[in-house]
């Protein structure tokens, strides 16, 4: 195999997998029988989302509106809070197990207490999104800054450089591969509380028609629902990993 061809089969083997994944998933359902209220496959899937593709886009928009805008917050909260943890093994020594207690608490616990606060809609979800997104925001880019080279940071003082300028010209750019990686993990994050909090307490979004399908035994439209989401999380982790090409690029030289 030359060059030239392994570099085409590498840029086709993501859509292969996948195609080969539905296929497997299609042939099992139609060799095995497996009832359509049990498990659909694709072709019904498809053929739902079709059916009501206008219920489904509805939906799917307001679910990407809440998981944006909770991923947004996320950034700039999970960034700041990244940065004073990194910055000051002080800081990071009290705040570590508050941010980890805080973490292990499941969310979907904490969607009936945003509720009370703020209502049934679109707040909770957002908030949601925000509260599972940010933590390995603030974990991956605290490690990046308090991981820098003691030796490192002693040639800069010995230049004269104090501890904002260490951090603005050494230690922020050495977090970013953190950072880039940390939101590939966290935008997926942001979908899954966003949909949490829409099945639990919302009447609109992709959540919301799930619940509403399932509880008619509509099961198609669920698993309808289920690509679409699962297909706007590839393309906003598509997105993020070429924006971590762009800024970051420089990191991923050796893996290349």
Known sequence: MNRHTAAVMNKLSPWLATLGFFLIWEASCRVFSIPTFVLPAPSDALAALIKDFDGIWFNARHTLFTTLCGFAVAIVFGLLLGIVVGASSAVYRALNPLLVGFNS?????LV???????????VPAIITAFLVAFFPITVNVATGIATMEPELRDVLRSLGAGRIAILTKVGLPRSLPYFFASLK??????????????????NVGIGYLMMSASATFLVPLVFAALLVIAAMGVVMYGITALLEKRYAGWAMRKRR
């Open 112 to 122: 009936p207490i945003l509720v009370l606060w703020f209502g049934i809609g679109t």
């Open 105 to 109: 608490v499941p969310k979907v616990a």
């Open 185 to 202: 993990v966290a935008i997926t994050l942001a979908f899954v509380g966003a949909v949490i909090s829409e099945t639990v307490a919302s």
